[in-house]
């Protein structure tokens, strides 16, 4: 994986790319930790005014490298949950705007990515969702149910159904739907980057503090819950046969019964 930040000549629209030769764009540590390093590059530079998150120019990303993470043990996997979840709270909290253009699939932690961001533009063939339940997972739901509500938020996630484009604008998830990605984005960063610096950092965090988001330190009113049912399902059977099963192109046949600790709260 390549990941890369650029800035327009005047410093005010920075362009963060992630491109790897697999063919889904998939996250593996290093990816997560690379692209922590250069959120926080962005954070430190009081010139950007817009970020973009950008992946590759058919995909955005599959998500989690299913390989990859099999091969991690505790530690190294505990590493990679932290880690992911730094990077979508720096991101939410940066005090200036984000958008993530999207192209193609963005699935898993990428929608997560995604969603971490002000907005979204997608292209019309794109595809975003959080299908973790499909393979013994558990799926996040802070973000999405903000979002969506929690009716829906039980739908789509225990469905783990990918939302086409028009899907996604109609549930807000989507800010904006064209077949022009390029030239769309060119015309937001515009808009964004005329926006009083001062007045959009104070008005974010104002919205942001309506939704549990705290921008000292960075985060969720539930990530290390999520973070925690993260761990757990990843070391459990369902998770194992989950994973093998899509990695060979089959159907899952989960077999384990619930925990008798009950659902991570």
Same mark, same amino acid.
């Given at each position: 994986?390549?990941?890369?930040?650029?800035? =327009?000549? *005047? +410093?005010?629209?920075?362009? /963060?790319?992630?491109? =790897?030769?697999?063919?889904? @764009?998939? %996250?593996?540590?290093?990816?997560?930790?690379?692209?922590?390093?250069?959120?926080?590059?962005?954070?430190?530079?009081? #010139?950007?005014?817009?970020?973009?998150?950008?992946?590759? #120019?058919?995909?955005?990303?599959?998500?989690? &490298?299913?390989?990859?993470?099999?091969?991690?043990?505790? #530690?190294?996997?505990?590493?990679?949950?932290?880690?992911?979840?730094?990077?979508?709270?720096?991101?939410?909290? /940066? !005090?200036?705007?984000?958008?993530?253009?999207? $192209?193609?699939?963005?699935?898993? @932690?990428?929608?997560?990515?995604?969603?971490?961001?002000?907005?979204?533009?997608?292209?019309?063939?794109?595809?975003?969702?959080? !299908?973790?339940?499909?393979?013994?997972?558990?799926?996040?739901?802070?973000?999405?149910?903000?979002?969506?509500?929690?009716?829906?938020?039980?739908?789509?996630?225990?469905?783990?159904?990918?939302? =086409?484009?028009?899907?996604?604008? #109609?549930?807000?998830?989507?800010?904006?739907?064209?077949?022009?990605? !390029? +030239?769309?984005?060119?015309?937001?960063?515009?808009?964004?980057? +005329?926006?009083?610096?001062?007045?959009?950092?104070?008005?974010?965090?104002?919205?942001?503090?309506?939704?549990?988001?705290?921008? &000292?330190?960075?985060?969720? $009113? %539930?990530?290390?819950?999520?973070?925690? $049912?993260?761990?757990?399902?990843?070391?459990?059977? *369902?998770?194992?046969?989950?994973?093998?099963?899509?990695?060979?192109?089959?159907?899952?046949?989960?077999?384990?019964?619930?925990?008798?600790? +009950?659902?991570?709260?």
């Amino acid at each position: 994986m390549t990941v890369t930040l650029e800035r =327009s000549e *005047d +410093g005010h629209v920075a362009t /963060l790319r992630f491109a =790897s030769e697999h063919p889904m @764009n998939v %996250f593996t540590t290093a990816t997560l930790e690379a692209m922590l390093a250069r959120v926080r590059e962005v954070g430190a530079d009081r #010139d950007v005014r817009v970020l973009q998150v950008v992946g590759r #120019d058919t995909v955005f990303s599959g998500g989690a &490298d299913l390989n990859d993470l099999g091969g991690l043990d505790d #530690d190294a996997y505990r590493h990679y949950i932290a880690t992911e979840y730094r990077l979508f709270a720096e991101i939410e909290a /940066l !005090p200036l705007v984000t958008v993530a253009l999207v $192209a193609g699939p963005c699935v898993g @932690n990428a929608a997560e990515l995604a969603l971490a961001c002000d907005f979204r533009i997608l292209t019309s063939d794109a595809r975003l969702g959080l !299908p973790e339940m499909r393979v013994g997972f558990v799926a996040p739901a802070q973000r999405l149910t903000a979002y969506v509500g929690i009716g829906k938020a039980k739908e789509l996630l225990y469905g783990g159904r990918l939302l =086409s484009a028009a899907e996604a604008l #109609d549930l807000g998830l989507a800010t904006t739907v064209t077949d022009d990605l !390029p +030239g769309e984005a060119t015309k937001a960063t515009a808009r964004y980057a +005329g926006y009083a610096a001062t007045a959009l950092a104070h008005t974010k965090r104002g919205i942001h503090r309506c939704y549990g988001i705290d921008a &000292d330190p960075p985060g969720r $009113a %539930f990530d290390a819950a999520e973070q925690a $049912a993260a761990f757990a399902t990843f070391r459990g059977p *369902d998770y194992a046969e989950g994973a093998a099963a899509t990695l060979e192109g089959r159907r899952p046949v989960f077999t384990a019964p619930r925990s008798t600790g +009950g659902p991570t709260t």
